[in-house]
């Protein structure tokens, strides 16, 4: 009930192309859902976050599509570049946990040049 | 405004002795969690300190504690070092103790032999 499922493992994709990475739960009281970006050497970054009333919400070439009948939710890296190549985890939130974060086990994303 | 901020970056340590890991978040945050980062178990939340007050607690032996002091600083400390608690040791810092953004260090990377 506390896990987030986070797949692919790894993804390569060519420069240009949509990056997708996807996350499923399954605690229906989770309210908040952020994506992290790490890349090498350094501590994750939040990118962006989404809170289910919302099915979708975009940053630039960044978006995230939430399901929240199918408890998914993923991340879409339009027009992808060489410096979106980096380490990618979703998380997941609840008002009751002290907004404790549950963290899906990441993507390795390389975007192929 | 200043990031968060791990001290020391690089540690090599000896089976069975002690450590001590220094993390100062960002003025005015008062909530600060670590993390165990290694390559096969992605992000492991340790514990997370909230006004000098330990708010959640991971899975983690006993070995490994924490504080946090009135400035919000806050350390974390590992004794009788195992081989397995190699890692990058992340620190975390927001604002409040609700959904706000977290904001990482760039991490202690732990090396025990």
């Known amino acids: 009930q506390q896990q987030v499922k986070q797949s692919p493992q790894s993804l390569i994709v060519q420069k240009g192309g949509i990056s997708i990475i996807n996350c499923a739960y399954e605690?229906?009281?989770?309210?908040?859902f952020p994506w992290y970006q790490q890349f090498p050497g350094k501590g994750p970054a939040l990118l962006i976050a989404?809170?289910?009333d919302v099915s979708e919400k975009k940053e630039g070439r960044f978006t995230i599509s939430f399901n929240k009948s199918a408890k998914q939710f993923s991340l879409h890296i339009m027009d992808s570049q060489p410096g979106d190549s980096a380490t990618y985890f979703c998380?997941?939130?609840?008002?009751?946990?002290?907004?404790?974060?549950?963290w899906g086990a990441g993507t390795k994303l390389i975007i192929k040049p | 405004k200043a990031g968060v901020t791990q001290t020391p970056r690089y540690l090599i340590k000896t089976r069975g002795q002690q450590v001590t890991l220094s993390c100062s978040p960002i003025?005015?945050?008062?909530?600060v969690s670590w993390y165990q980062q290694t390559p096969g178990q992605g992000l492991q939340f340790l514990f997370e300190?909230?006004?000098?007050?330990?708010?959640n607690k991971g899975n983690f032996p006993g070995r490994f504690s924490g504080r946090q002091f009135s400035n919000s600083r806050s350390e974390m400390n590992v004794s009788t070092l195992e081989l397995g608690d190699s890692a990058l040791y992340l620190c975390?810092?927001?604002?409040?103790?609700?959904?706000?953004?977290?904001?990482f260090g760039p991490g202690t990377r732990l090396t025990v032999t």
């Open positions: 605690n229906t009281a989770f309210d908040y």
């Open positions: 975390a810092s927001k604002r409040t103790g609700r959904k706000d953004e977290q904001y």
């Open positions: 300190y909230f006004s000098e007050t330990q708010r």
């Open positions: 003025s005015g945050h008062r909530s």
């Open positions: 998380a997941a939130t609840r008002q009751d946990s002290n907004y404790q974060l549950i």
């Open positions: 989404i809170r289910p």
